[in-house]
């Protein structure tokens, strides 16, 4: 049962370097979401996808990109990596709200350094 | 703007205490909440769901219970192992108009410690 997938577990970038962080789920989820993780701040939403074909703005999308390239997958893409963006990455998936409990489900996490 | 409080904020106790952890938020349009666990280095585990019909959840020694009206959820471990210690989370799901999706407001978590 692999529910969330997210690869690299670990990178360490040069500011501006760019990379794609890739995530996938297996559960047939309609909507996903790339949240980071900062001591202090908690959980912050970047961007989501409420289904396939549609992404939208979260609270700090400031810098990020995103692809949903299927029902399974979405990608969060760093163009030119600054030292601010360091930080724990997390995607999640669930199904819609309207269509199901809403339960979201995370991956690991992707612990990002740029230097 | 959404706000969810979790208190408090770190928990040290003996095993087999029976503990309550506290959640508020700010705005009563959240129609669902949910309880997570998180392991250090790990990513978060969900505990227990509940909609914005019901009014608890019960999964093994957890129990969360939500009151809307007075914008508070509580986590109740019963009988605390070692194996229990990790921060807890919680996240309200509010009802946003205009978007299907619904925003999840996260809380910052307690940091729980259970010691043998």
């Known amino acids: 049962n692999a529910g969330v997938t997210q690869t690299p577990k670990f990178q360490v970038l040069k500011t501006g370097q760019s990379m794609t962080l890739q995530c996938a789920q297996d559960m047939n989820h309609n909507s996903m979401y790339w949240y980071r993780q900062d001591p202090g701040m908690g959980l912050r939403l970047i961007y989501y996808?409420?289904?396939?074909?549609?992404?939208d703005k979260g609270e700090v999308p400031n810098g990020y990109n995103v692809s949903r390239l299927n029902k399974r997958e979405f990608s969060l893409r760093l163009e030119s990596a600054a030292p601010s963006q360091t930080s724990v990455y997390f995607c999640a998936s669930s199904l819609r709200p309207t269509q199901g409990s809403g339960e979201l489900f995370f991956g690991e996490g992707s612990r990002l350094t740029v230097l | 703007k959404q706000e969810v409080t979790q208190i408090p904020a770190a928990l040290s106790v003996p095993e087999g205490e029976n503990l309550v952890l506290n959640c508020s938020f700010t705005d009563s349009a959240i129609y669902n909440l949910q309880w997570f666990r998180q392991d250090p280095g790990k990513g978060l585990t969900s505990l227990l769901l509940?909609?914005?019909?019901?009014r608890e959840q019960t999964s093994g020694r957890l129990n969360a219970s939500l009151d809307k009206s007075s914008g508070r959820s509580t986590l109740y471990i019963a009988a605390s192992q070692p194996g229990d210690s990790a921060t807890y989370l919680c996240a309200g799901r509010r009802d946003d108009r205009g978007s299907t999706l619904g925003r999840l407001y996260f809380g910052r978590g307690t940091q729980l410690t259970v010691w043998p």
């Open positions: 996808s409420a289904s396939e074909g549609t992404t």
């Open positions: 509940i909609q914005s019909s019901q």
